[in-house]
């Protein structure tokens, strides 16, 4: 691993991120209500009213991110502004950033009220983002060149800018997210980069047209340029919808090992959980994530196969050939479906010893197969037991197989895991 | 032209006539900015091309549309005949005859025509300014309702002169649930005209407009991606989970597909159908928790055994209770043995107190049990196992789905030992998913121009959505 690792504190990014944030926020609503600080009502009122309604349509994108991509479409129109039919735009980015978290403050309670909390993390981001945005664009007077231009250069110009403000998101995006997932930053922030290309680039452009069209269209531009917007958000969510179920399913169905009196109770859930954090903390990619928690998952379907159940489920005790049959008949299973192979890659490897040092054949084994061979390890010592006699004691016996069963660096990262979990619990 | 009637050949050529004299009359009274005309006409022919290449699926951007709509208010309605006729030299459309060129730039030329027209009867102008804003909204609606109904008409007529069959069942077959989506092309077309020239932006402002559309296209064919290895992610795990029972191999599968079958047959809701085809496959997942050696054993079962048995389809929905989608399919699975009489487990529901899913489940559940082989019996003819269920039903069997499942059977046929390694009935799943896209369609305003904009594909695709109910007809699209 020669990525660097660095690791924020948890809480310590969200809380400078959101107070940050607030602190924006309470600036920018008294600065713009003092007096001569607020311009052109009718139009902050035009944006506000869409951006609110778009923080209300919030979804959350696959892999659980969530975005208000009509909200900030329309912040970051807000914030390029440069004319507004016959009239110029002379709102300051101060005002820009009051009207926004104005806006989302309406559109939010709503949700707040019925129980669905709002993404503070998430929100603070936009409102940082967004005053960096409008800062840099209206601040350093880009703002009246562009308006002097009125050409192709004007529209090249906004891209810039958009483009701008996609990398300072994906960059605050990662801080928060580095701390929270305790993954290395420039992990996280290839992974938030992936995951925002696609929505970001159409936010953006939507953000960039509505600012354009607003100079002739005024606010009809604003309910015109959603409509691309909205059918992009209409994909994303029926994506994100049936990548939950999918994820739904095969946790449902990692049961049945359970039922069929093959594993513990719990047994599959907790490998899967324990295995991404590990596999967060050692960064990997959320393409390579989402495979190692569905192999994780799925791990024990080869014992279907066994016509006794193990006693206990535990893999970790059954004869390292069986342990290799199950896993190669569990491999097969998820062959079948046509689609998985490279999660039945990695539950065919998951009885692989890490190295065999005596052995000319000695391979690498991927990650993802070498973290579930020592998660599951782990939990078939442990169970879902808190007692730290017992965890400390599975800890001794994997660190007594490193270097030949399980691999160093996974068994540390483990290690931390379940230390920080057991401190949280106990 | 050979293999049309000559009706639609009398047709084709009175169309294409017209089309030549109003080119010729728009030529006469060309704009003078004919340097847009020309960026406008490449752009139309990309758009064309890519709408071709990129086939007709999914969100596919009928940029030409948008095109045609967006010349309008820029170079007036002789700029958008020039500029819509030259669909007819889009690129590639692999195979596509002359004939098929000819006419589908013909009947785009007179749509765009038409459109034009009833855009400067409405009072729209070639000078967009700040002004026209929301004024102009009627006549470019108006442009775009004409322009779409002068298209499918055209179309409709020469696809049911080819197909012999009236045009309007063309129009409501594939036709109807496009509207929306052209109301959305007016509206591109409208944007792309007024960042063009009074924004200023140039061709510049059609890359900007089409990236959230890109965008949203491609998320799409993800989910369409993660739909497919769903389906099969599943179908693959039953099927594992199925070497542990008796029961032959294929039979969730099948209870799926009869499922499916009898919901068609009463017109169940096509969400619903979804919904319920899962809870066909995963109906008896509970049986895992059931010992192998009960569901083996031969002869008879103490009590105990019996109840062991019996609790199957509760811990069937102690597994799929969290998947949130299911919903309805969990109720299914739970109740799929109860009987009509109230003699049924886990709960002994009586009549409509079951519910409707597991009324279906139950019928299906048996017809293929009846018609497969099992360790203790051959298998029977579908004969007679109708003969059974008819004479099961009102007691165990809801009267209904029985009758339900008859007719679907002499309609569909049914084949009950012959699963195909993916399960035996793709085409439910395409026709799932033909709905969504329909759905989408309504929403979009992009794609469902199928066969509307040229009649290019007609073979394939127009009987893919003239009955939608016939599984035999997606098959024919997916060989087109």
């Known amino acids: 691993m020669s990525l660097a690792r660095r690791h924020l504190d948890d809480s310590g990014t969200t809380v400078v991120v959101a107070a940050a944030a607030a602190l924006l926020g309470v600036a920018s609503v008294v600065i713009t209500s003092s007096p001569g600080g607020f311009v052109a009502p009718a139009v902050a009122l035009s944006f506000g009213v869409f951006i609110a309604i778009g923080e209300l349509v919030r979804i959350t994108l696959p892999g659980g991110r969530d975005a208000a ?53 998430s929100m603070a981001r936009r409102i940082l983002s967004i005053g960096i945005t409008a800062g840099f664009f209206r601040g350093t007077g880009l703002a009246d060149r562009v308006d ?122 907790r490998v899967s959980s324990l295995a991404t954090a590990v596999g967060r903390e050692l960064g990997m990619s959320d393409g390579d994530l989402r495979d190692l928690e569905y192999a994780a998952l799925m791990h024990d ?31 097969d299973v998820i062959r079948q479906t046509g689609v998985l192979d490279g999660v039945a890659a990695i539950v065919a490897q998951q009885a692989e010893p890490y190295r065999r040092a005596h052995d000319v054949h000695d391979r690498d084994v991927p990650l993802a197969a070498r973290i579930i061979k020592a998660v599951n390890a782990y939990d078939d010592l442990v169970g879902d037991s808190w007692e730290t006699s017992r965890r400390l004691n599975a800890l001794e016996r994997l660190r007594l197989g490193m270097a030949y069963e399980y691999d160093p660096v996974v068994v540390e990262s483990l290690t931390k895991t379940v230390g920080r979990a057991a401190r949280f619990a106990g | 032209m050979r293999g049309l009637p000559v009706s639609a050949r009398l047709y084709v050529v009175i169309i294409v006539a017209s089309a030549c004299v109003l080119i010729g009359v728009s030529w006469i009274h060309r704009p003078t900015a004919l340097v ?24 596919s951007i009928s940029l030409g549309s948008v095109t045609t709509l967006a010349a309008i208010p820029m170079v007036g309605t002789s700029g958008a005949v020039l500029v819509a006729w030259t669909a007819a030299f889009a690129l590639e459309r692999d195979h596509t005859a002359p004939v098929k060129r000819i006419f589908n730039g013909a009947q785009l030329a007179l749509a765009g025509g038409a459109a034009g027209g009833a855009y400067e009867f409405l009072g729209g102008t070639t000078h967009l300014g700040t002004d026209s804003f929301p004024s102009v909204l009627l006549p470019i609606l108006a442009a775009d309702v004409v322009h779409c109904a002068v298209n499918g008409a055209l179309v409709a007529v020469v696809v049911g002169l080819h197909q012999r069959v009236s045009p309007l069942v063309v129009w409501q077959g594939t036709m109807a649930r496009s509207v929306s989506s052209y109301l959305a092309y007016g509206l591109f077309g409208v944007l792309l005209a007024v960042l063009w020239i009074p924004v200023g932006v140039g061709p510049l402002a059609a890359l900007l407009l089409l990236l959230p559309l890109f965008v949203a296209r491609w998320a799409y064919a993800q989910y369409a991606e993660e739909q497919r290895a769903y389906d099969s992610t599943v179908r693959a795990l039953m099927a594992a989970v199925e070497t542990k029972d008796l029961y032959t191999r294929g039979h969730s599968e099948r209870v799926s597909s009869a499922s499916v079958l009898i919901a068609r047959a009463i017109g169940m809701r096509e969400d619903r159908v979804g919904s319920l085809r899962y809870a066909g496959m995963l109906h008896d997942i509970g049986k895992l928790g059931v010992p192998t050696r009960l569901l083996q054993k031969a002869g008879g079962l103490t009590e105990e055994e019996f109840a062991a048995i019996q609790r199957h389809p509760e811990q069937g929905l102690e597994i799929v209770r969290e998947i949130d989608f299911l919903d309805e399919a969990n109720a299914g699975i739970r109740h799929h043995h109860e009987r009509l009489d109230g003699l049924g487990y886990p709960m002994g529901l009586r009549g409509d107190d079951i519910p409707e899913f597991a009324r279906v489940i139950a019928v299906a559940d048996a017809f293929d049990s009846m018609t497969t082989t099992r360790s203790y019996r051959g298998a029977r003819s579908i004969e007679h196992a109708i003969t059974e269920l008819r004479r099961c039903s009102g007691t165990q069997f809801d009267p209904r789905m029985v009758e339900a499942l008859v007719r679907g059977v002499a309609e569909h046929g049914w084949a009950p030992d012959a699963p195909t390694p993916n399960g035996n009935q793709p085409v439910a799943a395409d026709e799932v998913f033909d709905q969504e896209l329909a759905e989408l369609d309504q929403l979009a305003g992009i794609d469902g121009i199928d066969g509307i904009d040229g009649i290019d594909g007609i073979d394939g695709i127009v009987y893919a959505h003239l009955d939608h109910d016939d599984p035999t007809a997606v098959l024919v699209r997916e060989q087109s």
């Not at chain 1, 090249?156 to 290395?184: E, F, I, W």
């Not at chain 2, 406008?40 to 699926?57: F, K, N, Q």
């Open chain 1, 301 to 331: 379907i080869g014992q279907l196969s066994l016509s006794e159940p193990i006693p206990g489920g535990a893999t970790v005790v059954a004869a390292p050939a069986e342990q290799r049959r199950i896993a190669e008949y569990g491999a």
């Open chain 2, 36 to 59: 847009t005309v020309a960026v406008l006409i490449g752009l139309h022919i990309v758009g064309e091309s890519l709408l071709a290449r990129g086939s007709r699926d999914l969100l």
């Open chain 1, 148 to 269: 002097r231009m009125q050409d192709a250069r004007t529209a090249l110009v906004l891209m810039g800018v958009v483009v701008v403000s996609l990398v300072v998101d994906a960059l605050l995006a990662a801080a928060v997210r580095a701390g929270t997932d305790r993954a290395p930053f420039f992990a996280v922030l290839r992974n938030e980069a992936r995951a925002q290309i696609g929505i970001g680039s159409a936010i953006g452009a939507t953000g960039a047209l509505i600012a354009l069209a607003a100079t002739i269209m005024g606010a009809w531009a604003l309910p015109v340029f959603v409509l691309p917007l909205l059918l992009t958000q209409f994909s994303f969510r029926r994506y994100a919808a049936v990548r939950e179920s999918s994820l739904q399913t095969i946790r449902a169905l990692s049961r049945v090992t359970e039922l069929g009196g093959y594993t513990e109770s719990g047994h599959s859930r």
């Open chain 1, 69 to 121: 991509p009509i909200a900030t479409a329309g912040a970051l129109g807000y914030a390029l502004l440069t004319r507004f039919q016959d009239s110029g735009a002379a709102q300051s980015s101060m005002q820009v950033v009051a009207v926004v978290v104005v806006a989302m403050i309406v559109g939010v309670a709503p949700h707040a009220v019925t129980g669905r909390a709002p993404a503070i993390d």
